[in-house]
């Protein structure tokens, strides 16, 4: 009898990331193809890591999102000859109003996630395409969209509004917060391990080149920091994060920045890219700290940041019972955990200094914190893995 598997798809403007996974929930192979509009290149992996498959395109070859998705689905084929696709399941950036969980694709969601491309321009049409030439491809094929909105639509009144005219509230003017994946993992996996906590007041820091933190009440989102977009909140590899929008009113009138250019200022030329003149990578910043100015400026800036989003959270929750890091720079960077608690002392949170370091505690904090501080990695591919064969029955 022929074995079933799963294939996760984060389609990206240059970039598709993929990982397939068993009916067991357990990963079998990874990867990503990079610069699809440049020169893509492959790399895939085994679930230990050791690197199964490369293949890189030349600038002169034809290249676009078909011609990735073609190869790689037939490389997923030609590798893994005795199991068979049971379905396929995507990240979705934005599921505005209309998704407040995941769904199986068809041909209404398929128009609906098209009118929510306002919303995410820079994302949204790239998850279609991929969507659409899986089903050219596969059309029995069972496909899911996972939104990165649908944890959050438990905010209510004040965490989903802005002091703007109440119409534009109406028409979806609003904020919808992202990430939210990453925080239903963070939520499934306490159940599991720090039961504890479950139903606690948490506020959970995803920080990686993408950052956002959450406030969630007995597995609930209460508020988060991202907004109507993925721009709002604590700054990012090269996101500004929450900014006085006079700034954009000075670019416009005094720099000459039409749409395109202030797109681009927010998007790629801000963040802890812009401000350290170095780097946009988290890693790269905290390694050259000691002998690059810019790379402190901008590694402090970011800690401040997550400290003073934490404390914010607060008033939310009343309190909190738990502060969770989590994503790249949450998970990895003890010196980033240590930084932000640091700065948070004053609400009574301590981390021990040994545990901190580790990579086998997921409390790390001191038995005196008044607050509990974890660390916790995530698995955002996991639980689309978990909603795809929820509604595919596999």
Not at 15 to 42: C, R, T, W
Not at 175 to 182: F, I, K, P, V
Request: charged content about 20%.
């Amino acid at each position: 009898m022929m074995k079933e598997i799963i294939l996760v798809i984060n389609a990206g403007s240059s970039s598709l990331k993929f990982k397939i996974f068993d009916l067991n929930h357990e990963a079998i192979a990874y990867g990503q193809v990079e610069g699809i509009d440049l020169a893509p290149s492959f790399k895939a992996k085994d679930a230990d890591g050791n690197v199964i498959a490369e293949y890189a395109w030349g600038r002169e070859d034809a290249h676009n999102h078909s011609m990735v998705l073609g190869y790689l689905v037939d490389w997923i084929t030609g590798t893994f000859e005795g199991y068979r696709l049971r379905a396929c399941g995507h990240r979705i950036v934005h599921g505005g109003t209309l998704f407040n969980a995941s769904v199986l694709v068809t041909d209404e969601v398929v128009e609906q996630i098209e009118s929510l491309i306002p919303l995410a321009p820079l994302h949204q049409p790239h998850h279609l395409r991929v969507i659409k030439l899986m089903k050219q491809r596969y059309p029995e094929l069972p496909q899911v969209a996972v939104f990165d909105t649908a944890f959050h639509q438990s905010m209510q009144g004040n965490a989903t509004m802005y002091a703007i005219p109440y119409e534009l509230y109406q028409e979806g003017v609003r904020r919808y917060g992202m990430h939210g994946t990453s925080y239903a993992y963070i939520v499934h996996k306490l159940q599991e391990s720090q039961s504890a906590f479950a139903d606690k007041r948490l506020i959970v820091a995803h920080i990686g080149s993408g950052a956002s933190l959450c406030a969630i009440n007995n597995g609930k989102s209460v508020m988060t920091t991202m907004g109507m977009t993925a721009l709002d909140g604590v700054c990012m590899g090269t996101r500004p994060g929450s900014i006085d929008p006079g700034i954009l009113l000075y670019l416009m009138e005094n720099k000459g920045y039409g749409v395109d250019k202030i797109r681009e200022f927010l998007y790629y030329k801000s963040g802890v890219g812009g401000l350290s003149e170095l780097s946009s990578n988290f890693y790269t910043l905290e390694c050259e700290m000691a002998q690059n100015e810019g790379a402190k400026r901008a590694y402090d800036f970011m800690t401040y940041r997550t400290a003073e989003e934490i404390a914010r959270l607060m008033v939310s929750l009343g309190g909190a019972d738990a502060i969770i890091f989590t994503a790249g720079v949450g998970e990895n960077s003890a010196y980033f955990r240590a930084e932000v608690c640091r700065q948070l002392e004053y609400l009574g949170v301590k981390i021990d200094a040994q545990k901190n370091q580790s990579r086998n505690d997921e409390v790390i904090s001191a038995p005196e914190s008044k607050i509990a501080v974890l660390t916790i990695p995530t698995n955002e591919e996991l639980m689309i893995v978990l909603d795809t064969i929820a509604l595919t029955h596999a």
